[in-house]
C-alpha cells in the first residue's frame, strides 16, 4: 500500500498538506543547536506535570489552569515568529531556524503574567475588586500577550472578536440605544478577566487544563504507535473490494481516526494520503475524491465516545456528566456518518464505480490480528467513560498508562520477530514516547489558548450582556425562533471560518445558547439546554470545510490535486446531511435521546433518523436508486421530515404525544413507493446506458 502512496500522491501537494498539518499541530519553528531542545523539553515538562494531576499532584483548581495557560503561553513566543515571513525587510521578527532573545523574553514575560494570581493569589483574593496598580499594569499585560499569542496560533479572527468585545465592555454606554449597555471600569474588567474565574481563567480553560489535554495526548501517542494508519488499512481491507469501496474506507477510516483526533487536517494527512489515491484510481474525480475525504475527517470530531475539546465544555456548560454528551451525540453523530457512506454509494453508482481487486488490498484477517494491541486503550477508555463511569480525566489517564506499556514494547516485540537487537528497540521505544510527549503538548497550544482567549467574551458577556444579547437576537429574529437558529448557524459558519472548532462553539455557546432556549420558550417550544449547545457545536465543525477559508478543504485538495474552493464546495455540499440534524434536534429532542433511557425505543429512533437522512442525501445529490426526477425531490425531503420529526406529523394528524412513532409507517410506505418507482426505471436505463 505504500508503494501506491509513493507513485500517486504529489510531492508538492503532499508537502502543502504536511505544512498545514504541522502548523494544525502547533509547529511553527525549526530551531538549530542548543535551542532545538528548548521547546521539546518545554513540552515534555508540560505533558508530565498534566499527567501528574489525575492521581499524583493535588491542586486547587485555579492553580492548575494558570500554570497550563503560562505553559501554552511560553510555547507559543518560543515556537512561533511574529511574522510567518519577513516585512519591511526585517527578517529577525520572521526567524524560523533560531528563537529570537524578544521572543525568549516575552515568552518569559507571558508566563509571569499568567502565573501572577497564584504567585500573588493571597494578596489578589483580599483585595478582589480593588486591584492595585501592580495588579492592574500585569492584568493588562497578559490580556495584551494571550491576545497575541491567539494571533501568533490561530490567526486574527479571535484576537479581533475578542478586542471588540474588550472595547464594547468600555463603549457600552455611548453605543445607540438598542445596543447600549451600562460599561464598565477599569477595576472591574481587571478583576472579571485575571483575578477571578469568570473570565481568561474560567470553565473553558479549565476544562483545556483538566481532561482535554489528556484526549489530546491519548491520540498523540496512538497516531505515533501507528494507530491511524492500522484503522485505514483494517478498513480497507473490509470495503476496499465493494461498489466505491475506497471511498467507503475512508469514511470508515476516518471515522475511526476521528475517535482519536481532534483536528481535521491531520485526519485527512493521516488517511487521505492512501484514500484519495485510490480513490481516483478506481475513477472518482479528483475533486470528489477530495471532497469525500473532508466530510469524512470533517466529522471525525463529532464522534462518540472521544469527540472535540467542545464536548468537555458543553459537559460543564450544562453541569452533567461527560457521558450524558455523548448519549446525547450518539444519534446524530452515527446517523451523519450512516449518510456519508450512503451518499459515497450513490456517487460509485453515479460514476458506475466498482471496487478494488482483492489483490491489491491488504488480507482482512492478518491486519485485524497485526493491530490489535491498539484496540486494548481504546477499549479500557471505553470502560472507564460507560461501564466504571469514572471521570473523563481519570479514564484517559489510565488508558495512557495503557498505552505507555504498548508503546514501550512495540518495537522490542518486533525487533525479536526479526530476530533484531533488543537494545535500539527499547531505545526507538522511548524516543517514540518522548515524541509523542512533545506532540501533545504541541497539539494543546492551540486548544489552550482558544479556551483562554474566548474567556475574555465570556467574561465580558458576564459582566452584564447576557441579557442584552437575547434581546438583540430577539429583535433580529423579530421573535421567530426558525429565523433565529438560520442566524446562529450562519453566523457560526462565518465565525468558524477564522476560528477553531472549539473557539467557535465557546462564543456561539456564550451568545447564542441562552436566546435559543428562551426565544423557543416564548413560542411554545421546549428547546433542551443541551440541544442549544449541541446546535452551536455543529456548525462550528461544519465550519471546517466552509469555502473559501476552510483549511481541511485545502489539505485534501493538495493531496488530491484538485481546486481547493471547487473542493470545499463539494465537500460542503457532503456536509448538508449533517446540517439538517441540529434542526431537527431542536424541535424533536428524541433525537438527542432526552429523557429516553429504553434500549429499544433508542435503536427505533436511530434506524428512522439513518433513513430520514438517506432521503435528505438523496434529494440532496439528485439520485436514490437512480437519478431522481424533478417531483421526486418533495417526496424525498417528506420522507426526511416525518422520520426526523414524527411528533409534529402525529401533531398535525391529531394523534397523541406517546402515539407518534406511528406516523414512522407513513414515512417508511413513502419511501417504499419511492423505491418502487425508481426501481421500474431502472432495467430501462440500464438498456439504454448498454
Known amino acids: 500500500m505504500s ?42 515538562a508540560w505533558s508530565l506535570f498534566q499527567l501528574s494531576l489525575p492521581k499524583l499532584l493535588l491542586l486547587d483548581t485555579t492553580y492548575i489552569r494558570a500554570i497550563h495557560l503560562a505553559f501554552a503561553m511560553a510555547l507559543v513566543f518560543l515556537n512561533y515568529p511574529l511574522w510567518k515571513k519577513p516585512h519591511f525587510g526585517i527578517r529577525y521578527l520572521a526567524e524560523h531556524k533560531r528563537i529570537p ?61 475578542a478586542g471588540g468585545f474588550i472595547l464594547y465592555s468600555f463603549l457600552g454606554p455611548y453605543m445607540p440605544d438598542l445596543i447600549a449597555f451600562k460599561g464598565t471600569s477599569m477595576n472591574r474588567f481587571v478583576g472579571q478577566m485575571t483575578m477571578s474565574t469568570e473570565g481568561i481563567y474560567g470553565i473553558p480553560l479549565d476544562v483545556s487544563a483538566t481532561i482535554v489535554f489528556l484526549f489530546v495526548l491519548f491520540g498523540a501517542m496512538l497516531d505515533k504507535a501507528g494507530a491511524g494508519h492500522y484503522f485505514i488499512q483494517l478498513a480497507l481491507a473490509l470495503l476496499g473490494r465493494y461498489k466505491g469501496g475506497p471511498a467507503k474506507a475512508a469514511i470508515v477510516g476516518s471515522g475511526l481516526t476521528g475517535l482519536v483526533s481532534g483536528s481535521s487536517i491531520a485526519n485527512i494527512v493521516t488517511t487521505g494520503t492512501f484514500t484519495i489515491p485510490m ?25 462518540p465516545p472521544i469527540m472535540g475539546a467542545a464536548a468537555f465544555i458543553i459537559a460543564e456548560y450544562v453541569n452533567v456528566p461527560y457521558i450524558e454528551v455523548v448519549k446525547a451525540a450518539a444519534i446524530p453523530a452515527f446517523a451523519s456518518y450512516a449518510a456519508l457512506f450512503f451518499i459515497s454509494h450513490i456517487e460509485a453508482s453515479k460514476l458506475g464505480i466498482r471496487g478494488l481487486p482483492k489483490s491489491e488490498l491488504p488480507p482482512f484477517f492478518k491486519t485485524l490480528v497485526g493491530g490489535l494491541h491498539y484496540l486494548v486503550p481504546l477499549c479500557m477508555l471505553l470502560y472507564e467513560l460507560i461501564v466504571v463511569r469514572h471521570s473523563p480525566e481519570l479514564a484517559a489517564f489510565n488508558a495512557i498508562l495503557v498505552m505507555f506499556v504498548i508503546m514501550l514494547f512495540q518495537e522490542p516485540v ?16 522511548c524516543l517514540n514516547i518522548l515524541e509523542s510527549l512533545v506532540s501533545g503538548a504541541r497539539n494543546m497550544v492551540a486548544v489552550a489558548l482558544a479556551t483562554a482567549a474566548a474567556g475574555i467574551i465570556v467574561g465580558v458577556v458576564a459582566l452584564g450582556l447576557g441579557n442584552l444579547i437575547s434581546e438583540i437576537i430577539d429583535v433580529l429574529s423579530m421573535g421567530n425562533v426558525f429565523l433565529m437558529l438560520v442566524i446562529t448557524a450562519l453566523a457560526s459558519l462565518i465565525i468558524g471560518m477564522g476560528l477553531p472548532t472549539t473557539a467557535t462553539y465557546i462564543v456561539m455557546a456564550s451568545l447564542t445558547a441562552p436566546a435559543i432556549v428562551n426565544i423557543g420558550a416564548m413560542q411554545g417550544f421546549i428547546v433542551p439546554l443541551m440541544a442549544a449547545h449541541l446546535f452551536c457545536f455543529y456548525f462550528g ?64 429512533i436511530f434506524a428512522m433518523t439513518c433513513l430520514g437522512n438517506f432521503a435528505f442525501a438523496s434529494a440532496t445529490q439528485g439520485w436514490f436508486i437512480t437519478k431522481n426526477k424533478v417531483w421526486e425531490i418533495p417526496l424525498f425531503l417528506c420522507v426526511c421530515f416525518i422520520l426526523m420529526r414524527p411528533d409534529q406529523v402525529a401533531a398535525w394528524l391529531g394523534m397523541a404525544h406517546g402515539q407518534r412513532y406511528w406516523t414512522y409507517l407513513i414515512g417508511l410506505g413513502l419511501y417504499g413507493a419511492l423505491y418502487l418507482m425508481q426501481r421500474t426505471r431502472l432495467p430501462q436505463e440500464q438498456t439504454l446506458a448498454a
Do not use: C
Request: charged fraction near 20%; glycine fraction near 8%; proline fraction near 6%.
Open 101 to 161: 532573545l524578544l521572543d525568549i523574553i516575552l515568552a518569559g514575560v507571558a508566563a509571569y503574567a499568567a502565573l501572577y494570581l497564584i504567585i500573588n493569589y493571597e494578596g489578589i483574593t483580599v483585595r478582589y475588586g480593588s486591584p492595585s496598580m501592580t495588579d492592574t499594569v500585569v492584568g493588562l499585560l497578559l490580556v495584551v500577550l494571550l491576545l497575541e499569542a491567539a494571533r501568533r496560533t490561530i490567526g486574527p479572527a479571535l484576537p479581533v472578536i
Open 414 to 429: 518486533i525487533a525479536y520477530r526479526e530476530k533484531q537487537p533488543l537494545g535500539p528497540a527499547f531505545r526507538k521505544s
Open 541 to 604: 465543525i461544519l465550519a471546517d470545510d466552509t469555502p473559501p477559508v476552510g483549511l481541511a478543504a485545502y489539505a485534501a485538495a493538495a493531496i488530491a490535486k484538485s481546486p481547493p474552493i471547487a473542493t470545499g464546495l463539494q465537500g460542503f455540499m457532503y456536509d448538508i446531511r449533517t446540517a439538517i440534524l441540529p434542526f431537527m434536534f431542536i424541535f424533536n429532542s428524541d433525537l438527542i435521546l432526552h429523557n429516553i433511557n429504553s434500549w429499544t425505543q433508542g435503536i427505533l
Open 279 to 303: 480513490m481516483k484510481k478506481v475513477g472518482y474525480p479528483a475533486t470528489k475524491a477530495a471532497a469525500t475525504e473532508v466530510a469524512a475527517s470533517t466529522d471525525g470530531q463529532l464522534a
Open 3 to 44: 508503494k501506491l502512496r509513493v507513485d500517486t500522491v504529489d510531492d508538492d501537494g503532499m508537502e502543502l498538506a504536511r505544512k498545514l498539518a504541522e502548523e494544525e499541530e502547533g509547529i511553527g519553528r525549526r530551531p538549530e543547536g542548543w535551542q532545538r531542545y528548548l521547546i521539546p523539553a518545554i513540552a515534555v
